[in-house]
Each structure stands twice: as C-alpha cells, then as structure tokens.
C-alpha cells in the first residue's frame, strides 16, 4: 500500500512538473523598453532598433516563429510628411526613413488568424509631437505610450501558447505610429500571410494608467455584431466604456479600413502623454496584467465562434467639430458623468491663465452648456484666436467661473 502511494505521488508530481505555468515579464519588459538607453525609441533610430531586437528575442523565447520578409522583422522605407497637411509615402525621397515591424507567429493550423498587436516607437527626444516645452531637449521614454502595450501583448502571447488552438495567432509590434500608423499601414499593404485568413484584430496602446475606479475604454466594439456581448458577459472587474468606431488614432484603424473586426483597449490619457515624465515607475502594473487576463477571456469566449462577421461602424471622427483656438488642457476621455473633467493643465495656455486646474469639470463655455466631450469641443469650435469668454467648472461641490482669453 505505502509503495502504491509513492507511486502516485511520484506521478503527481511529474504531472505538476509538465503542466504549462505562463510567464509574466510585464514590469521587466516595460523597465526594457523604457530605458534612457533606447533614447525614446523614435522611428529608424538605433534605439528602435534595440527595441526591435528585444522584442523578436521575447517572441523567440515564447516559441514563436518569424513570421516577417526577414524572419521576425518587415522593414518599410519611407519619406516623412514635409508639413501637417501632407501625407508621409512609401518610397524613398530626401530624408528617407527605415521602420521595422516585428512579428511573432503562434502556428496552430487553423484556417483563420487573430493578429494581436501594439506599437513600440516612441518619440525620441520628442521632435515631433512632443507636449514637452521645456528649452533643453529631453529623452521621452514612453513607458505607457507604448512600452505599456508591448508587454499586455507578450504577456498575451505567453498565456495563449498552450490554448485556444482554433485559431493562429500573429504578435505584431508595429514602427511607425507616432509618425502615422505607418508600421500597421504598411503591413496590411504587404501582409505575410493571406489577408482573407485574418480573424480579427486586438491592438492594446495605452493600457499602463488603470485608475483607481477601474476605468477601461474599449474601442471598434461595433466592428462585429458578437464583440459587445463578449465584452460585457467577461467583465467582472472594469467599468467598460464603449466606442463603436473601428477608426481611431491607433493602428487598430489600418485593419478597421481592410473590413477586419477590431478591438482597441485604453486606460485613458494623463498630464505625462508625450512628455519626458511618462516613466516606467508610473505605471499601474496589477491593472495591466488584469487586462491581459480581461483579453485573454475576451479570446477564449471566440475561440469556438469560427470567422467573425464584419461590420461598418459610423467614425466618431466625422462627428468632430473643426476648432482653431485650445483650452491647453487634457481632457479625461474615461469620464461619463456629465461635464468634461480636466486630466491635466499645459503651462502657459488660456486654462492654466484662467486658473483652471486638474479635475475640475467643465460645464459652461460661454454661452453653451458642455453636457459631455462632444459638447465640450462643439462649444470649442465657436470661439477664435483673440476672444475671451467666461468658463464654468465644477470643483468638488463649488461652481467656479472664470474669464478665459485664446
């Protein structure tokens, strides 16, 4: 009897031994990717390139294969845009740019693949644009702006490697999206695999600041006609809100615009967005591995669901007012509640001037009432260069009103 019992505790433990425990590097590589030593990651400069390296390694250690022009890697040229209102083009001209995507393939001989994505350049010393006005240049390491993104989406591909088998899986880290959704463009222009295989797309940008109330911004949930069920039937833990529009300034739009079904997620923007002090040890990162784990349920709810149906969505764009004047003032794109609540105040602009502060709500400009974001740029788009208005806030329980010049 007690031979027995060795016996099954021997196999026991070789089956504990062999089970498949995922990896979680999330903090690890982000505090990579982050670094001054990358100086920015700006793209087709020497720092993007170590991060390229890095990041086909990780693919390369969570056994998956290249799935790129050059193993994990798809290089595209291009000449930047000279002035806003031009586009930058694929070919080579004066002051020619090489990006460089990375690609990682999960092979589960499906018929159908999900391509799992983020962005991982950055903005370098913050040429182009930058929110930074201090005189001396300084490194923008960009830990949420997209180091966060880059590793939900490792820690994605680690968890999906023994799961989930009906469908393939692409990992895709995109260059190029600072300058444009250029990497992402490029790819589904020159895809590696038939694009008519692709399932559906899930691009994570921004997924490092969760808040304290657990707010998530998911986008493209019109895009198919199954996605707001899903999302809604596997959230226990976030306060959701939704975007139908499939078009978005993050590189989920390039596969939106190919009629591929998409899903973009979002912890909202912060005083640190496109300046140096977005660092690594800002980040939420107990909030970004309840992400991952929100996604992967969000994958394994569809893994059964075979190809997903496309639909158009109206884009929330087309909607948008045309403005000339800026508050200088980041506006809480989570927020729901009535009013449009102030996430950060830029120095030396009207808001700042009017002694308008973070987390005050905005709910009067001028004449017109701001019932919510699109309230507020509407009301925006009134005013020009030169005018001065009054602006009510809320804050806490007061109402404030003060006198704003543009």
């Known amino acids: 009897m ?143 702006d997209n180091a966060s993104g880059v590793a939900v989406m490792l820690n994605l591909a680690s968890k999906l490697k023994e799961t989930n088998k009906n469908n393939n899986y692409l990992f895709m880290a995109f260059s190029g999206e600072e300058m444009g959704l250029l990497g992402s463009n490029y790819f589904v222009k020159n895809t590696t695999l038939p694009v008519e295989s692709i399932n559906y797309m899930m691009n994570m940008d921004m997924v490092g600041r969760l808040k304290a109330d657990s707010t998530l911004a998911v986008y493209g949930t019109g895009t198919s006609p199954i996605f707001k069920q899903t999302i809604t039937s596997n959230n226990d833990k976030f306060k959701i809100v939704e975007h139908e529009s499939g078009v978005g300034p993050s590189d989920h739009t390039s596969f939106y615009l190919n009629d591929i079904p998409v899903l973009h997620f979002f912890t909202g923007q912060h005083e640190d967005y496109h300046r140096p002090s977005d660092d690594h040890d800002k980040l939420n990162y107990a909030g970004m591995e309840l992400i991952s784990n929100y996604i992967y349920t969000i994958i394994t709810d569809l893994d059964d669901n075979g190809e997903l149906a496309f639909r158009k969505t109206k884009s929330d764009e087309s909607d948008t007012p045309r403005f000339k004047v800026t508050l200088g003032v980041v506006p809480d794109y989570m927020y729901t509640e009535k009013g449009m609540r102030i996430d950060g105040v830029s120095e030396d602009k009207p808001a700042q001037k009017a002694g308008l502060q973070k987390g005050d709500v905005v709910i009067q400009l001028g004449e017109h009432v701001v019932e919510d974001m699109m309230g507020y740029m509407k009301a925006l788009s009134k005013f020009e260069k030169g005018n001065t208005t009054t602006v009510k806030v809320k804050r806490g329980d007061k109402v404030i009103e003060a006198e704003v010049t543009f």
């Open 2 to 144: 007690k031979q027995i019992s060795l016996i099954v505790f021997f196999l026991t433990l070789v089956a504990c031994k062999n089970e498949y425990v995922p990896e979680n590097k999330i903090k690890e590589d982000v505090v990579f990717l982050a670094d001054d030593k990358l100086e920015g990651r700006a793209t087709g400069t020497e720092g993007e390139r170590l991060a390229a390296e890095y990041i086909a390694k990780r693919f390369k250690s969570l056994g998956l294969v290249g799935k790129g022009t050059d193993g994990f890697y798809q290089d595209f040229t291009f000449t930047p845009k000279k002035d806003p209102h031009s586009q930058a083009t694929f070919e080579e001209g004066e002051g020619a740019i090489t990006g460089r995507n990375i690609l990682g393939y999960l092979d589960n001989k499906a018929e159908r693949t999900i391509i799992i994505g983020a962005h991982y350049d950055h903005l370098g010393y913050g040429e182009n644009g930058s929110l930074y006005r201090g005189e001396e240049k300084q490194i923008h390491n960009g830990a949420d």
